[in-house]
């Protein structure tokens, strides 16, 4: 079965950067593109960006230009998502997802993982 | 960026009730509309996607349609563990958005 299994909880002092890891099972890692959402407390889900782990090609929003980078390792089926320059508005549950689409985008995410708590405080 | 807003923001219903959630996008997003439940402290899960498919595993008392830029949610009849936070999302064009939710309570 589809799992996506993420690294736990961490807290950061601002100005820091966290890098959380996505470790899947179940599918071929690199057939599915592979989302990362986020969840401020209270607050709806917000898109940060994408990753093909087959070719490594990036997409990200806009808003996090520039902090954010995912990347990928293919042998051990694993995303990653570092975000930079943490400040306190980057509190929040962030959460891997992948998309359905088999080699392609769909936009939409059918399996998210446990999700990783970031606290940004000094 | 597309906004999508989700009405009404909460909801109070009665196990065996018919409710409706209704989304609606600031531009044309053809029938890109899909709709997650979230239970508290768990990650979204999907219900719907391209407007009306039923994810695998998903009851059928659950359903979605479109009518122009509208969008709707249906649960035909609540059980209780229906009662949830959902989000509608529209994957039309990057960046992905969500409504700000609604909150489907117990009455």
């Known amino acids: 079965q589809v799992q996506l299994v993420q690294s736990g909880a961490e807290v950061k002092r601002p100005g820091a950067s966290v890098k959380i890891s996505c470790q899947a099972s179940g599918y071929t890692f690199t057939s599915y593109t592979m989302h990362w959402v986020r969840q401020a407390p209270g607050q709806r889900p917000e898109w940060m960006g994408w990753i093909n782990p087959g070719n490594g090609n990036t997409k990200y929003s806009q808003k996090f230009q520039g902090r954010l980078t995912i990347n990928r390792d293919t042998s051990a089926s694993t995303a990653y998502m570092e975000l930079s320059s943490l400040r306190s508005e980057d509190t929040a549950v962030y959460y891997c997802a992948r998309d359905p689409a088999y080699d392609l985008w769909s936009g939409f995410f059918d399996y998210w993982g446990q999700g990783t708590l970031v606290t940004v405080s000094s | 960026d597309i906004q999508m807003t989700q009405s009404p923001s909460s909801l109070s219903a009665s196990v065996g009730d018919r409710v409706t959630i209704t989304c609606r996008a600031s531009?044309?997003?053809?029938?890109?509309l899909n709709w997650y439940q979230q239970r508290p402290g768990r990650a979204p899960k999907l219900l719907i996607y391209v407007s009306s498919n039923l994810q695998s595993g998903v009851p059928s008392r659950f359903s979605g349609s479109r009518s122009g830029t509208d969008f709707t949610l249906t649960i035909s009849s609540l059980e209780p563990e229906d009662f949830a936070t959902y989000y509608c999302q529209q994957s039309y064009s990057a960046p992905i958005t969500f409504g700000q939710g609604t909150r489907l309570e117990i009455k």
């Open positions: 531009q044309t997003i053809s029938n890109f």
